[in-house]
Each structure stands twice: as C-alpha cells, then as structure tokens.
C-alpha cells in the first residue's frame, strides 16, 4: 500500500427525510454539528432526488408540493471507537430511520494543516 494509507475505519449511514426532527430542529443539522462537537473525522449530507424506507411511501421532489420529503443520507467516518461514542449520544434522537455501519479502508485524507496559508 501507498504511504498515505490510513488503515482500517468505520463508516455510519444514517438513512432519514428531510422533513425528520429532533426538538424542533432538522436531524441531519443535529447530527453533522453532533459529529463536529466529538471531533469525527468526516461527515456528509446527501439529499437524494428519491426513495422510500419501511412504509412504501415513495418520497421524491414535487414542484407543486410546498414541503417536500425527500430522502437523507448522512455518512460519518471515523475510527469505531469515536462512531459508537457518537452513536451513544444520538440513538435516542433517530425515532425513524436506518442506521448502518461497514468497515471500510481509508486511503488518504488530505486537508490543510491548521495555520497555514
């Protein structure tokens, strides 16, 4: 393997919509700042065009819908211990939802280093 090869992590798949609360704040804004506050290495919001979960209810885009409820994906990745230790603080704040987690390889992570131009 090349160098810059990380190893071995986990990556969190939190399936939700976009009309999904927690104390009347949108979940997926809860969850991403929940990650920043532990320090987790990476995460991601996806807004998918379409899809449906356990219901069958297909939620896609309607021009002509005023609130729409589409799908969310938020992926998170970081070492186990880190994603079990944000999973403690969260489970109780995904009333409907899936959440995943798979071993992934991580082959590089490049960003700058604090204090540089």
Not at 16 to 40: A, R
């Amino acid at each position: 393997m090349n160098s810059c090869y990380l190893g071995p992590k986990k990556i969190l798949k939190i399936y939700i919509d976009s009309s999904t609360t927690f104390e009347g704040e949108p979940l997926w804004e809860i969850l991403l700042q929940k990650s920043k506050e532990l320090h987790i290495a990476g995460a991601t919001v996806y807004k998918g065009v379409a899809g449906f979960g356990a219901h069958s209810e297909l939620h896609t885009f309607n021009i002509w819908r005023l609130k729409q409820k589409l799908p969310i994906i938020i992926e998170i990745i970081d070492t186990e211990e880190k994603i079990i230790t944000l999973l403690e603080q969260i489970n109780s704040m995904i009333t409907e939802g899936l959440v995943t987690m798979s071993d992934i390889d991580v082959i590089s992570y490049h960003h700058p280093k604090f204090g540089e131009d």
